[in-house]
């Protein structure tokens, strides 16, 4: 195997949550030198350095994406060359109740990672977007839309680092997830909420997230950025609820910032891709168990 990161120190910002959970044990894979999980989260980040006392590369360090003077500290102490950046505000109707919220994580954040990184020794850039980016609908989609382009606009006048985007789909099985929030409803009995059955949303896990981040890596090594965007399946959020095996739902109207469908790059959308059929989400939901 070709390892990406050979004797490199890779900062994942939001490094607590689930990818960086997922990442570590990949970048050690792939030879990194030092991983260094940042992240504003306390409880999350004892958790994290419990979980993983078997991994002497990781550092760890507390602090906010807001704070660039931080991350700079932290970059240069690091010798950091590889910035994967996750940290963002993430729950959609979160982020349209508090648009400036989001705003200075999501958009004023991702300038002091990138303005951090052109200042320290950074060579590869990633940031991690979502298919909400594309043609945005709601706050937390616009918010990405302008972190990605913030990001490939530094490719323009900077030679020494190379900037790209790895945009997703929804992650399985991640903090926050819908699985997770359903079953969190059906424990307490309570009815699942549900916009419109045959919306549709792309299905990606997360090993998958990981591994287009190591190949957007790969493809920047050879001399490319850009938007790397994966070719996903797809499932109805009612065949979820009917594989989950619960009857207790409670349809809404499909508010004006939700898509019926997602698209990752405007032309090809979730309802035209391969669908999970009720058996397959079966399946996957009982790996979350």
């Not at 990406?4 to 959970?21: A, C, E, I, M, P």
């Not at 360090?61 to 970059?75: A, N, P, T, W």
């Not at 990605?148 to 900077?158: G, I, K, P, S, Y």
């Not at 919306?199 to 998958?208: D, K, L, N, S």
Request: aromatic share 8%.
């Amino acid at each position: 195997m070709i390892r990406q990161l050979d004797g490199q120190n890779v900062l994942l910002t939001g490094g607590t949550g689930s990818f960086g959970r997922a990442f570590i044990p990949a970048a050690v894979a792939h030879g990194a030198h030092h991983v260094v999980a940042y992240s504003r989260h306390e409880y999350e980040m004892w958790k994290l350095e419990r979980d993983f006392q078997a991994y002497p590369q990781l550092r760890t360090y507390l602090g906010d994406i807001r704070d660039r003077e931080r991350l700079g500290q932290v970059m240069n102490e690091h010798n950091v060359s590889v910035v994967i950046h996750a940290a963002a505000l993430k729950r959609i109707e979160q982020c349209q109740k508090h648009p400036f919220e989001a705003m200075e994580t999501n958009c004023i954040g991702t300038r002091n990672v990138l303005r951090a990184s052109i200042n320290s020794k950074v060579r590869h850039f990633v940031l991690l977007s979502t298919d909400k980016a594309m043609a945005p609908l709601n706050v937390y989609g616009a918010s990405k839309a302008m972190a990605e382009q913030m990001t490939l606009a530094c490719n323009a006048n900077n030679t020494k680092c190379k900037f790209s985007v790895a945009r997703y789909g929804n992650i399985w099985g991640s903090r926050g997830s819908v699985v997770h929030i359903w079953r969190e409803a059906m424990a307490a009995e309570q009815p699942i909420r549900i916009n419109n059955q045959d919306a549709t949303r792309f299905f990606m896990r997360i090993g998958e997230a990981v591994g287009l981040v190591i190949q957007v890596i790969e493809r920047m090594h050879r001399g490319w950025y850009g938007i790397l965007t994966p070719r996903l399946p797809a499932y109805k959020i009612g065949d979820l609820a009917v594989a989950m095996d619960y009857n207790k739902l409670q349809v809404c109207p499909l508010p004006e910032h939700e898509k019926l469908h997602e698209t990752m790059d405007g032309q090809l959308f979730s309802n035209q891709v391969p669908l999970l059929s009720i058996d397959e989400l079966r399946a996957h939901i009982k790996v979350l168990t």
